[in-house]
């Protein structure tokens, strides 16, 4: 069975997700950070009790993983674990 072109660049797309989200959860389970259910609003400041420095190694992780780099300016306002990954998804 054939398959075209666009079906194949969206099996693709859908395969380098799933890859990049074991990554995410990977790091974020190194940090002591449950990813699913409601761990992934948690706020680092107030609910996971880190500091920015390790807030910042945190992002840092993620990139080198997915050799992906973000913005500063939208580095600055992340406040939980939603956030980056969703930047980092888009």
Known sequence: ML???SARDLITFHM???????KIAKVFQQYGIDVTGKGKYA?????????KVFVSGL???LEYQLRREL??????HIQDPAQIIELLMA
């Not at 706020?43 to 500091?51: A, C, P, Y």
């Not at 913005?71 to 600055?76: N, P, Q, R, T, Y």
């Open 3 to 5: 398959i075209s072109k």
């Open 16 to 22: 380098k997700n799933n890859d990049d989200f074991r």
């Open 43 to 51: 706020s680092f400041e107030t609910d996971l009790r880190m500091d």
């Open 59 to 61: 992002i840092f992780e």
């Open 71 to 76: 913005e500063d300016e939208k580095v600055a």
